[in-house]
Each structure stands twice: as structure tokens, then as C-alpha cells.
Antibody
Framework: QVQLEESGPALVKPSETLSLTCTVS????????WSWVRQPPGKGLEWIGY???????NYNPSLKSRVTISLDTSKNHVSLKVRSVTAADTAVYYC?????????????????WGQGTTVTVSS | EVVLTQSPGTLSLSPGERATLSCRAS???????LAWYQQKPGQAPRLLIY???NRATGIPDRFSGSGSETDFTLTISRLEPEDFAVYYC??????????FGQGTRLEIK
């Protein structure tokens, strides 16, 4: 059964770049969508963006100018970069898989999630 | 961008009671692209419902989803102690982006 594990630095300085990796084990990157979702302390969920296994991406308009999501299919990795971070980027970051019907295109939702990794932005 | 508004913000009920959670969208959302998630403290969200009314794998049948266009509902027919958590709706059909509701906290009365 597929499992996701997020990894990366727990502490990032303001104005620097936050870099996280989601390792996919027990399954393949294709033919799925891979999303990043974050949750600031005590707050709700915010979708950051997704990448399709083909490499196409879609980002939250509020973050689009600072975010890049990429794939390394040889390593089964999904990566997230957030540039020019501030304290407002402090959050638990989750990666999640979106399954869909390959015939109709209907989505089955974000059906597999990693356990999340906490990132604090502070000097 | 589609804004999802969940109500109530907090729902206080007892085990065995019925819970009804609402999710209202600021514009039309295809029912094929509306999901519900459950989140417990310190845990990742868990998919409950996709396509507005389809239970995800392993989800008990006391959970059901309904609705269309701009009004969607998650119903828990008879609350179990493990159901007390925060619930989020999400739309994933209206680009440019997916959006989540702000959440409903279901607490023990």
C-alpha cells in the first residue's frame, strides 16, 4: 500500500527558500496528481498546488509567484519549493495523492496523505 | 476563486446523535468535485467522501454526503466517540485552484 513521507528542514530563515521532498513508497507516481497542502498552527487547510505525473502544474493563485512543485520519477519524489518565506509560511506541510478515473476523468479526491512535516520560519 | 463556507463553526453533540454539517460554495461546484475530510489532532486529514456522495475506501456507512450546485451536506447518522474531530469540505473542479472550507469542529457535548 502506498505511503507518503515528507522531509526537509524544520527551520527556515525569513527571505530564504523552503524546500521539501515527499517520498512515495509502495506505489508509482503515475498516473496520479500530487498536491501539497499546508496548515498554519491552529488554522485550517490551504491547498498550495499540484503536479500531474506528466509534469503539468497548477498553483494556488495566492502563492503562485513563490512556489514550484516538481517531480523526480526516478526517485519517486515530489518536491516543493517556496521562495522568499516569511513567518506566515510557518505551517505543517502535507503531500497528498489524488486518484482519478482514467476513463471518465472524475477525481476520487485526495485519498492518500503523508503524516506532514512542521516548518517554522524564524531567524 | 470559489469560496467554501462551512457551518456551524462548532457543533456540540453527544454520542449516538445525528450530525449535519453544511458546506456552501460562492459559485457553482460540480458535485463530481466536492470532497469531505476528517482531521483529528496531530493527524493528517482523512478522505471521507468524494464526488459529493461517494464514501472513500474503508469509511463506515454512518457517513454520508449529499448536495449539489452550491449547497452540500455531510451527515453522520449516529455519532461514535471516534467521530469527534474537525471536518473540512474541499472543491477540486473549479480552476484556477482547489479550495478548502474553514472547517467545522465537532465536539462532545
Amino acid at each position: 500500500q502506498v505511503q507518503l513521507e515528507e522531509s526537509g528542514p524544520a527551520l527556515v530563515k525569513p527571505s530564504e527558500t523552503l524546500s521539501l521532498t515527499c517520498t512515495v513508497s509502495g506505489g508509482s507516481i503515475s498516473p496520479f496528481y500530487w498536491s501539497w497542502v499546508r496548515q498554519p498552527p491552529g488554522k485550517g487547510l490551504e491547498w498550495i498546488g499540484y503536479i500531474y505525473f506528466s509534469g503539468s502544474t497548477n498553483y494556488n493563485p495566492s502563492l503562485k509567484s513563490r512556489v514550484t512543485i516538481s517531480l523526480d520519477t526516478s526517485k519517486n519524489h515530489v518536491s516543493l519549493k517556496v521562495r522568499s518565506v516569511t513567518a506566515a509560511d510557518t505551517a505543517v506541510y502535507y503531500c497528498a495523492r489524488e486518484s482519478y478515473n482514467t476513463v471518465t476523468g472524475d477525481s476520487y479526491g485526495l485519498d492518500v496523505w503523508g503524516q506532514g512535516t512542521t516548518v517554522t520560519v524564524s531567524s | 476563486e470559489v469560496v467554501l463556507t462551512q457551518s456551524p463553526g462548532t457543533l456540540s453533540l453527544s454520542p449516538g446523535e445525528r450530525a449535519t454539517l453544511s458546506c456552501r460554495a460562492s459559485q457553482f461546484v460540480s458535485s463530481s468535485y466536492l470532497a469531505w475530510y476528517q482531521q483529528k489532532p496531530g493527524q493528517a486529514p482523512r478522505l471521507l467522501i468524494y464526488g459529493a456522495s461517494n464514501r472513500a475506501t474503508g469509511i463506515p456507512d454512518r457517513f454520508s454526503g449529499s448536495g449539489s450546485e452550491t449547497d452540500f451536506t455531510l451527515t453522520i447518522s449516529r455519532l461514535e466517540p471516534e467521530d469527534f474531530a474537525v471536518y473540512y469540505c474541499q472543491q477540486y473542479g473549479n480552476l484556477p485552484g482547489y479550495t478548502f472550507g474553514q472547517g467545522t469542529r465537532l465536539e462532545i457535548k
